[in-house]
């Protein structure tokens, strides 16, 4: 086990590289100048151009500027904005809320679509089986800004009034919660669907029918054998979906303007601020990886006869 | 099986989670005024983050000015609709040839860390926005002061010999003396602009530390700033200028969303906004949602459409004639752009002294002239009008492009570009292949800064690439004489004399549309498209 844990971790090592190099190349292959926006309907001044390409090392090779960057990054600086501002104090103050929201999100598509797929994994067809395969069809052929800005629209002062359109600046849970079902229900429908295949398919298995012979309860062969077993793929989902989530915010937090890590690469990208973006990135690398590692040891925890070395 | 009951489960679920929504949402619409102003009342308005450190002489964008402006006194200020200079800070203005001109400033103003703004400061803050190793945007404001080729060489590799100015002369504690490089009549409305804005010593020291926590002259000091956040700005007690304001506290909150920004202003979440999203001003939305919280100003800024000499074909005068001739601009103001701008008819933004209708005869909508001109020009091909098509810049342009398709039967097409940065680059490249918009907007409300930078030879921002000695010479003589009123009438000669050879169209004319929320008993917008700080009232609680 420790063995296996400890190749994971060595695995990170050449993921990471890869990675941050591959977006650091493209987010500053963009071609154009970073600056031609930046001084309004006139040209920006050669001073001012001249001082940032040596500030952002801009005038070196991509190569070069790479290794320049991961020196910095492994002193623990994250770089600089062009506004000055410290990429790690961006990062530091907004992944809270990005993770409150991730969570809160994964609440909800945990609850909502797990309760689903079990009923209709269950009862099979019917009434139930019906409406839930409707509406996750719905949910997942609608883009998340779709969803987000009607969900503002219809909850906010325009429409029922229950929310504000925006979120606080360190938001309570209790606001998040709307984001959060606009963020999640695209997870959310494919958590019920998958949870609902794989209820199914296993409702027939023999290790069911054995637990019913023995007169088991039947909240008992539901809870622990069928759904132990059932929950694995949706676990993986889950697991990798959380890192997913830290990225995919971005839509979500622009419209209901939050102040989280998904705004940071939105306006990293707009501005051009290459150091956002991939400071950003990296994290999310990071996330997904130590994710994608919980859940494959959580695997054992499920199903003993899967294991590791 | 007995499981019926499970049904519910969803249902539970489902309904609590309604529960918290309604119990989390809600709280609105508990303000109304009682109709009287509270002093010490605070703002919030809506935001951009700024995009480059908050210091005077390296703002110039919309986002920083905000919070920069209302921290710094200048040596002028403007006034009212129509922007009219008056001395602030500056006690008196004088010159007798437009060249050298003797600055006196008023004794006793503070800066926000209590120590007295003195000649000096005013000195330091524009010698430091000239040298070029401090790679100051606005450094491009002080090139006419003489001296300035010593602290910023044209050659971006020379190290600069000095970083002093040899025009700038510290006098005494209140009074310093500018030399031009050559007579400049506007120079005195020009110093109103925020990079000439003086920097107290504690900036000199530490640069860095400044930007963290900038301290000014103006109105308001600084509090605090989140980045992405809010930047949070408190009235100065101490302040001794003519635009005082009328609340305590401000707060700029940046948003990402227009839309959303302008949805919490409706709720009152937020109490201004100096622009509204595309979709409020589509179909004229916004009149009904607004009513009487709904404020127009008069921006100083004028849209045309830049027709490059560049261009092969394009260099036509009888195409831009029919070109012009063929824009129904009174019906695309009121349909599409839906009263957020008006027709224009000349090169100045209307509203500025010298400002004159009716300059450009071609301007109006004319399709058998248009018809007949366009026969004269013998043009072939395909017409293109191309710009950034973000942030509601493509509608009208492609209306104006079909009015033209309409009245020539031309084949015309809109060219998007992706985004400002990539439009720019495009422009100031020389890479257009057909028409471009080109917007202008005034840094100082001055009749000279919708010509010099725009039609002079090689000026900052001549799109089209326009050249005409007669203009440059016209220009300059204006440039050169000290009598204001006189200046204006020769500015208005080179109008003339643009106007002739259409280097390019005027089309429209932004008249500012801004919002209110129901916190405040009154506030204007002032021709930056900014909050007008002094005419800010909150209603009391």
Known sequence: MIRYVLRRLLQLIPVFFGTTFLIYVLVWAVPGDPFSGKCGQTACPQAYIAQMTEKFHLGDNVFVQYFKYLGSLFTGDWGETFNGTSVGELIATSYPITLRLAVVAVVIEAVIGLTAGVLTGLRGKGFLDNLVLVSTTFLISLPVFVTAIVLQLALGSNGLGLIEASVSDNPSVGELIVPGIALGSLSMAYVARLSRTSIAENRRADYVRTAIAKGQPNSRVVGVHLLRNSVIPVLTFLGTDLGALMGGAIVTEGVFNINGLGGLIFRGIQNRESATVVGVVVLLVVVYLLMSLIVDLLYAVLDPRIRYD | ?541
């Open chain 2, 1 to 541: 099986m007995r499981r019926s009951r499970r049904l519910w489960g969803p249902t539970v679920v489902m309904t609590s989670l309604a529960l918290v929504l309604a119990a989390c949402g809600g709280g609105s619409g508990s303000s109304t005024g009682s109709g009287g102003a509270d002093p010490d009342g605070a703002v919030s308005i809506y935001g951009t983050e700024p995009q480059n450190s908050l210091v005077p002489t390296n703002t110039n964008e919309l986002g920083g000015t905000k919070a920069v402006q209302p921290m710094f006194a200048t040596l002028v200020g403007f006034k009212g609709a129509d922007a009219q200079p008056f001395n602030l800070m500056a006690d008196s203005i004088t010159t007798t040839d437009s060249k050298v001109y003797d600055i006196k400033i008023k004794q006793g103003w503070k800066f926000h860390d209590g120590t007295e703004v003195k000649a000096h400061n005013f000195v330091d803050a524009w010698n430091y926005g000239a040298y070029a190793p401090n790679g100051q945007l606005n450094t491009d404001f002080y090139s006419n002061i003489q001296g300035y080729k010593d602290v910023h060489p044209a050659d971006e590799n020379a190290k600069p010999a000095t970083d002093k100015m040899s025009g700038l002369v510290t006098k005494g504690d209140y009074e310093f003396q500018v030399t031009l490089d050559a007579p400049f009549s506007v120079f005195s409305i020009k110093i109103g602009y925020t990079a000439f804005a003086p920097l107290p010593d504690s900036f000199f020291k530490d640069p860095k530390g400044f930007e963290q926590h900038p301290i000014g002259n103006g109105p308001l000091k600084f509090v605090s700033r989140t980045p992405n956040q809010d930047i949070k700005l408190t009235r100065f007690d101490d302040y001794k200028g003519d635009d005082k304001v009328h609340f305590k506290d401000l707060d700029i909150k940046i948003y990402t969303s227009q839309e959303t920004a302008y949805q919490d202003l409706l709720s009152g979440r937020v109490d201004f906004m100096e622009a509204l999203p595309p979709s409020a001003v589509a179909g004229g939305k916004y009149k009904a949602d607004l009513g009487d919280r709904l404020v127009t100003g008069h921006l100083l800024g004028i849209s045309t459409i830049a027709v490059p000499y560049y261009v092969p074909g394009y260099d036509n005068l009888e195409l831009r004639k029919a070109i012009s001739m063929a824009i129904d601009r009174a019906q695309i103001t009121k349909t599409v752009m839906n009263d957020t701008y008006v027709p224009a008819d000349g090169y100045i933004s209307q509203g500025i002294p010298g400002a004159r209708p009716g300059v450009c005869q071609f301007c109006k909508f004319d399709p058998a002239g248009a018809k007949e001109a366009f026969a004269k020009s013998g043009f072939k091909g395909k017409l293109t009008i191309a710009s950034n098509a973000d942030g509601g810049r493509k509608e009208p342009l492609v209306a104006a492009c079909n009015s033209i398709k309409n009245t020539l039967g031309v084949e015309c097409d809109f060219v998007p570009a992706t985004d400002f940065g990539q439009w720019r680059s495009i422009v100031t490249g020389k890479k257009l292949t057909g028409m471009g918009r080109s917007d202008w907007s005034a840094d100082y409300p001055s009749i000279e800064d919708f010509l010099n930078p725009i039609y002079k030879t090689g000026g900052s921002s001549n799109d089209s690439s326009y050249s005409n000695a007669a203009v440059d010479a016209a220009l300059a003589k204006a440039d050169g004489t000290a009598d204001k009123d006189a200046a204006v009438k020769l500015y208005q000669q080179a109008e003339d004399l643009i106007a002739k050879d259409l280097p390019s169209i005027p089309v429209w004319d932004e008249k500012g549309v801004a919002a209110k929320s129901k916190n405040l008993k009154s506030a204007a917008l002032d021709f930056r498209r900014m909050p007008d700080y002094p005419s800010i009232e909150v209603l009391k609680k």
